[in-house]
């Protein structure tokens, strides 16, 4: 547990410089053209992305392109019912609440829905689809839950390519993502 702990430190670091690197390039312009590419992408009906927080690759431009689209958009929400992420409609008209950890999140009168592809935000990934994220598991707990309950997604981290190390630290309960993509190509790990 200790390794991951600092792993997790130094990826946190490591993100931070290149947020401020990336700050006025063309980034996510470059992932929403990887992102149009995917075949997985294309033959979804219900997107699931996030709203970044801290040092986050920006999802600004992605988002407003996927409201966009012929898709249904949906965005995360933590509640304190669940230790899995439920996910609710997201449109230009969405109304946001401050959600736990005081991350943005559509309101309780958002409609509730199941993703098909879901966009996940990462701290570090490596080539054989381990993915880290905060520490939480809400992501693995749901991934692990859509698979108990013979949901079919698809599961893409976004991240800068720069963010990829040779072996994430993992555990049990830690869930493989099928794709990770970023402003220079696209990681399949299926």
Known sequence: MYKKKKQREISKIKRK???IKYLNSH??????QQLTRMSSFKNSKVVATFISIQTEISMELINNYLICTDKTICLPVITN??????FRNFDKNTNFVKGKFGV?????NSLSIL???VL???LAFDELGNRMGYGGGYYDKTFARFKKDNHNF????VAYDEQKIDNVVNSD??????????EKQIYRTL
């Open 173 to 182: 309960y830690d869930q493989k993502i099928d794709y990770i993509l970023t």
């Open 81 to 86: 019912n669940y230790d899995h992420l439920i």
């Open 27 to 32: 980034t996510q312009d470059l992932i929403k």
């Open 115 to 117: 993703p098909d592809f």
């Open 104 to 108: 943005l999140e559509p309101d309780n």
């Open 120 to 122: 996940t935000p990462c």
């Open 17 to 19: 410089s290149l947020k």
């Open 154 to 157: 698809i599961s893409v981290a």
